[in-house]
């Protein structure tokens, strides 16, 4: 079997967690997931970051990602969270604490670690028996309808 590859510090790929503000299922409802899903995918397109994985669950979301020369996580998350926060808030007309603060994130070691934890983020709804399969789970990249980018 072959070694797997290590990833340079130039990759700067992360799996990154955020949880709602008391675990509440703020994001249980499909309207308030495309508002996470969206801006990943805006995010994506500015470049900032190369997405290799997510998903939306009711009450967090995972993702990894690739971030471009100059991008943080801290910086990427306070975009995300920001934006996020303020355009579900303002479709369900309330003014209220979505995200908990801060975030949790990982530095993706070598392609073993990746594989890893895409598996985890994709089958994350089938083990919350949201869903009976991957591919069943509309709000992640598991069901096929997202495009992801290679690592």
């Known amino acids: ?29 499909r309207e308030a997931a495309q508002i996470v899903i969206d801006p990943l995918y805006h995010l994506r397109s500015l470049g900032r970051i190369r997405l290799h994985a997510f998903v939306v669950m009711p009450d967090h979301f995972h993702f990894i990602a690739s971030l471009s020369e100059g991008e943080t996580v801290s910086r990427l998350m306070h975009s995300l969270k920001s934006y996020t926060a303020n355009e579900i808030n303002r479709r ?10 801060g975030s949790y994130s990982h530095g993706i070691r070598d392609e073993r670690d990746l594989v890893a934890r895409v598996k985890y983020v994709e089958a994350n709804p089938v083990r919350a028996a949201l869903a009976s399969s991957i591919e069943e789970y509309e709000l992640g990249s598991g069901c096929g309808r997202f495009p992801i980018d290679p690592w």
């Open 1 to 29: 079997m072959p070694r797997p590859r290590h990833l340079t510090a130039e990759s700067r790929c992360y799996f990154v967690t955020a949880n709602t503000h008391g675990k509440t299922q703020a994001l249980a409802e």
């Open 92 to 101: 369900r007309g309330e003014r209220c604490a979505l995200w908990q603060q």
